[in-house]
C-alpha cells in the first residue's frame, strides 16, 4: 500500500509544479530563445566592431566618414532625398 502512495506521490509531481517535466519544456524553449537573442547581439557587435575600425586612423574610409558628417550634421546635396527614421 506505501508503494502505491509514493509512485501516486513521485507521479503527480512528475507533471505539477517547479520541477515538472512541463517546466522543463518550457526551460528549453527559453534557452532557445535566449540563444537566438545571444546570436543577434553578437552579429551587432561584430557589425560595430568593423564600423569601428573602419574609422582606424591608418585606414580611414572616406566613404564611411562622409556617411557620419552627413548623419550627424544634417548635410545633403541638393540633388538628394533625405529621409529620417529615427
Known amino acids: 500500500m506505501v508503494w ?6 513521485f507521479g ?3 507533471f505539477q509544479g517547479d520541477a515538472s517535466l512541463s517546466a522543463l519544456r518550457a526551460l528549453d524553449v527559453r534557452a532557445v530563445e535566449l540563444q537566438a537573442m545571444a546570436a543577434d547581439v553578437r552579429a ?3 557589425h560595430m566592431e568593423d564600423r569601428i575600425e573602419a574609422f582606424n586612423n591608418q ?3 572616406p566613404d564611411l566618414l562622409e556617411e ?3 548623419d550627424r550634421l544634417g ?3 541638393p540633388d538628394e532625398l ?3 527614421t529615427r
Open 4 to 9: 502505491l502512495f509514493l509512485i501516486a506521490y
Open 12 to 14: 503527480f509531481h512528475a
Open 82 to 84: 533625405v529621409i529620417l
Open 44 to 46: 551587432r557587435r561584430v
Open 59 to 61: 585606414s580611414l574610409d
Open 75 to 77: 548635410f545633403a546635396n
Open 68 to 70: 557620419e558628417v552627413r
